[in-house]
């Protein structure tokens, strides 16, 4: 039988730029200067069959080039294009077009790479199809010097002429010929070859979400097991009973001691390109505890604590609240530790200890600021008018998100920020570098087991060792409960779930300090919104919405107005930009106009003013799910401030459910200076500033926190603390003395609050309780 081939054409462009060697920085570079590649290929498969398994059977290339700085029209030396399966994952294929040509007298070599992952949602696989990672090597082969790199692209509608544009030589009839195409088709398109099939033979064109700037697909491995698979009565040196910053820290440096580490969270996984985008999508994520009931899946991965003064939203999924923080990474003032609350032997390690944590957590972390090469912001421009209004000094504060393609500290690799302003409903591009993507891939590489859909009861005494007891996470009742035991248990389930578990001990029988409960602090958390202003902000995230219309939002937040110049410690506050995750945004525009009626502050002047507000209010208000990207919503900035409240929340158990109890905490002269602030943020933009949702007359001042801090608090002794600054948890009501390896390692363990975002200075203080651990167990 005659061995049939295939001819198309194929034309691809895209920004590119000389002087550099990535890709993606390439793209970044050429787009801001203007110079773009345009590659138009015709390629010939001599036969097809031979292609799709042979890897060494490339195919030709014919290709002309047209690139400003070197020229129009360039024809290029017969090139090729390969297709390669990847041995260890069939569903990877990495493609590579590559050619040669001379100009000027000097010899180039251009080769482009594609990988597509089958297996993935489609408008991954589309990207991935459609994109072509590409260098200009000064020389004739991948082994010279990178003089150039940009991303090429082929548009839908190219890329349907593509499929018209196939034929096939040698084949004996029309049934030949079509099973020939449908062969090449489904190994280069994957799971999208029927779309475009469908397309060619007169059906509608596929249609996939609009992607942002383009970037590669990176996604880790799977880290956990069920629930299901963890064994009853298992044994182990070490339990840690959480997976959110201190979790990570301690699984992370006990693993490495190589001991047998076992990591129990509570939630489910969660990967990129798992999160919710739609409000449809994220419904089933939310989880509500009250007073009265619990509503939602256990597993939820946004979990509200409602409470009589105090509510609380925390993360529940491997890797806890980092997969849905703001990722702000800064020191805490090291005055804060001189306040009498917290052990004397932090102050004393400020300077080595504890400085040792801060910077093995940036190691880990590689915190940057929102880089002054990447796209301006509105957000970040509307934020420096805020601060020239309060005369304070802003900043770009250091956040744990990627700016460029890498390979993190774990070894994990992750791509490029899309700017889209998701990252607290959860980063679907692999950006954020959240506890699993980080410590906790890191554990498993030594050895660390983890677990899912694991909660926690309780911890009680075994002889020498100890028992932590759990059910599965979506039980209703404690009838099917299990046990592991181990020498060594760190609690770090955050504030809330830690002392929930040591309350509930205590309520068993394990002797421990009445302070557990204590100290609760909200970290001054205050949220408010500066709502209709005279410029766009774009701080709604893209969501299922694109966002190509209105530009980047960038990362949550990316800008910080610091504290009064001079102001003493416990006046100190910073305020924070913020964006809105897209899944909100279809409730934005009657939100905000809502509460902008019954609870605004008008900074407007005259009536001109006030019409435009209006109009634009309008404007949202009538465009339905594209409301909060124009008008009044598109013109709408998010603050998060935060400060030093009294700490005096206290938790306790009521009928086995975790309550927070703090009188008066929203009347606190903190909050109406930050109000205050607000306004005055606000008054540049002649906008209207909407207070905290929840702390308004309806509300009766109600606090929303996204940093719980204390419950578990330290202190020098158990009079005055929980655990002492080790995290060691004191085995009574008065003196020194611990229980044997049980310890707490998470936000629940500070007395007071910080004054900035905690997760630096939660992950210090981990790996300083962790060098001190390993020290004592000469385990390190």
Not at 233 to 256: F, H, K, P
Not at 583 to 606: E, M, Q, S, Y
Not at 662 to 677: K, T
Request: proline residues 6%; negative net charge; glycine residues 12%.
């Amino acid at each position: 039988m005659t061995a049939v081939g295939l001819i198309f054409d194929e034309t691809m462009a895209g920004a590119f730029a000389m002087g550099v060697s990535d890709p993606v920085a390439g793209a970044r570079q050429g787009k801001a200067a203007g110079t773009s590649m345009t590659l138009r290929n015709h390629i010939t498969v001599d036969e097809v069959e031979r292609f799709t398994a042979d890897p060494d059977h490339a195919a030709r290339l014919a290709a002309t080039l047209d690139f400003a700085p070197l020229g129009k029209g360039i024809t290029c030396a017969p090139g090729r294009f390969q297709l390669f399966r990847q041995s260890d994952d069939p569903r990877v294929k990495l493609m590579i077009y590559a050619a040669g040509f001379t100009h000027g007298g000097q010899r180039y070599y251009l080769e482009g790479r594609k990988s597509i992952h089958d297996g993935v949602a489609l408008h991954t696989l589309l990207d991935e199809t459609t994109t072509l990672y590409t260098r200009l090597y000064e020389g004739d082969d991948a082994t010279a010097t990178v003089v150039g790199a940009g991303i090429l692209t082929i548009g839908i509608l190219s890329t349907v002429e593509l499929v018209a544009s196939m034929r096939t030589t040698g084949a004996s009839g029309v049934a030949q010929s079509a099973h020939a195409i449908g062969e090449f088709g489904r190994f280069f398109f994957g799971e999208l070859w029927e779309s475009y099939r469908s397309h060619l033979l007169g059906g509608p064109a596929p249609t996939p979400p609009p992607a942002p700037a383009p970037g590669p697909e990176f996604p880790r491995a799977v880290l956990a097991r069920p629930a299901a698979e963890l064994d009853d009565e298992a044994t182990a040196t070490v339990v840690v009973i959480g997976s959110g910053y201190g979790g990570g820290v301690a699984a992370r440096r006990l693993a490495r001691a190589g001991k047998r580490v076992l990591v129990l969270e509570r939630g489910k996984e969660w990967r990129s390109e798992d999160f919710p985008n739609t409000p449809l999508e994220a419904a089933p994520q939310f989880q509500l505890d009250t007073p009265e009931r619990h509503e939602g899946s256990r597993t939820g991965l946004y979990d509200f604590r409602l409470n009589p003064e105090v509510d609380v939203l925390v993360g529940c999924g491997l890797g806890g609240t980092s997969l849905i923080n703001a990722n702000v990474s800064l020191e805490t003032d090291p005055e804060v530790f001189e306040d009498p609350r917290w052990p004397r032997a932090i102050a004393r390690d400020r300077d080595t200890l504890l400085a040792d944590g801060y910077v093995q957590a940036r190691q880990v972390l590689s915190p940057v600021p929102y880089p002054h090469s990447a796209p301006p912001l509105p957000k970040l421009t509307a934020l420096g008018r805020s601060a020239l209004a309060l005369d304070r000094p802003m900043s770009r504060p250091p956040i744990n998100v990627t700016f460029e393609d890498r390979v993190n500290s774990a070894g994990v690799a992750q791509r490029a920020c899309r700017l889209c302003g998701d990252c607290v409903s959860g980063c679907n591009y692999a950006a954020k570098t959240t506890v699993d993507m980080t410590y906790l891939p890191d554990a498993k590489a030594h050895g660390a087991e983890l677990f899912t859909e694991v909660t926690v009861r309780w911890v009680e005494r075994a002889g020498d060792k100890l028992k932590v007891v759990w059910r599965w996470t979506e039980a209703q009742d404690d009838a099917a409960l299990r046990s592991i035991t181990a020498d060594v248990v760190i609690l770090a389930a955050g504030a809330l779930g830690s002392t929930e578990i040591l309350l509930r001990s205590a309520a068993r029988g394990l002797p421990v300090s009445s302070k557990v409960g204590a100290f609760v602090s909200s970290n001054a958390d205050y949220l408010a919104f500066s709502y209709n202003g005279d410029a766009p902000v774009h701080g709604v995230g893209f969501g299922q919405h694109g966002g190509h219309a209105q530009g980047p939002v960038g990362p949550t937040i990316t800008g910080l107005i610091g504290p009064v110049p001079g102001a003493p410690l416990r006046e100190q506050t910073i305020m924070e930009e913020g964006s809105i995750p897209g899944l909100l945004a279809d409730a934005l525009p009657a939100a905000f106009a809502i509460a902008a009626a019954t609870d605004g502050v008008n900074t407007a002047h005259g009536v001109v003013s006030r019409l435009e507000q209006g109009a634009r209010a309008l404007d949202s208000l009538a465009r339905g799910g594209r409301g909060a990207y124009v008008g009044a919503v598109a013109n709408t900035q998010t603050y998060l401030s935060i400060g030093h409240d009294n700490a005096n929340g206290q938790m306790k158990l009521v009928d086995d459910r975790l309550r927070i109890d703090w009188p008066h905490a929203g009347g606190q002269e903190v909050y109406r200076e930050m109000q205050q602030a607000v306004i005055g943020a606000t008054a540049p933009a002649q906008a209207i500033a909407i207070k905290e949702p929840t702390w308004t007359r309806v509300f009766h001042h109600n606090l929303i926190t996204v940093h719980p801090l204390g419950g578990c608090p330290m202190g020098e002794d158990a009079s005055a603390g929980a655990v002492n600054d080790r995290g060691q948890v004191f085995a009574g009501d008065a003196g020194t003395s611990v229980h044997p390896g049980l310890y707490v390692a998470d936000g629940s363990i500070i007395p007071t609050s910080v004054g900035v975002n905690p997760l630096l200075t939660i992950c210090a203080l981990v790996e300083r309780a962790m060098s001190l651990l390993l020290r004592e167990r000469g385990w390190g």
